[in-house]
């Protein structure tokens, strides 16, 4: 999609909660070529 595409917004938030809940985090970070880079960590069971 591209930044004219109707979204809700409600995706990385989802993502961010249900992470969170198994205790893992969500980190953001300016991507290499532009954009954001988006990191899901969770520990092995």
Do not use: H, M, Q, W
């Not at 595409?5 to 990385?12: A, V």
């Not at 880079?37 to 069971?45: E, G, K, M, W």
């Amino acid at each position: 999609k591209g930044p004219d595409s109707d979204g809700t917004g409600l995706g990385l938030g989802f993502v961010r909660a249900l992470t969170e809940s198994y205790g893992g985090t969500v980190t953001i970070r300016e991507g290499d070529r532009g954009g954001a880079d988006f990191r899901v960590t969770l520990d092995r069971a």
